[in-house]
């Protein structure tokens, strides 16, 4: 069975830094896409960044280039994200994804979401 569990998240000021994580188990997890989506109130979800099998190649939405940075760790089957110089319009729930296509999807397995505010 397949399970996928993120952390991190929280509360921050603008100009801030959080990291969020995702852990997968019961699947090979260096045979993944890895993405994170994201999806603000009254929003539809949208793509923020992928990053292939090896990690060798990351994909980021425009909204995110030079702040975000996304990596992988296959030894310890876990994605991270690191979020610099947060912005208010980055608040939004932050779901990790699972993929067995390529980067544009479709994605496999889902994480539970978690909370990022950004306050001005």
């Known amino acids: 069975q397949v399970h996928v569990v993120q952390s991190g998240g929280g509360l921050v000021q603008a100009g801030g830094s959080l990291r969020l994580s995702c852990a997968a188990s019961g699947l090979t997890f260096s045979h993944y896409i890895m993405g994170w989506f994201r999806q603000a109130p009254g929003k539809e979800r949208e793509f923020v960044v992928a990053?292939?099998?090896?990690?060798?190649?990351?994909y980021y939405a425009d909204s995110v280039k030079g702040r975000f940075t996304i990596s992988r760790d296959n030894t310890k089957k876990t994605m991270y994200l690191q979020m610099n110089s947060l912005k208010p319009e980055d608040t939004a729930v932050y779901y990790c994804?699972?993929?067995?296509?390529?980067?544009?999807?479709?994605?496999?397995?889902w994480g539970q979401g978690t909370q990022v505010t950004v306050s001005s």
């Open positions: 990053i292939s099998r090896t990690g060798i190649s990351t």
């Open positions: 994804a699972v993929g067995s296509s390529d980067y544009t999807g479709p994605y496999d397995y």
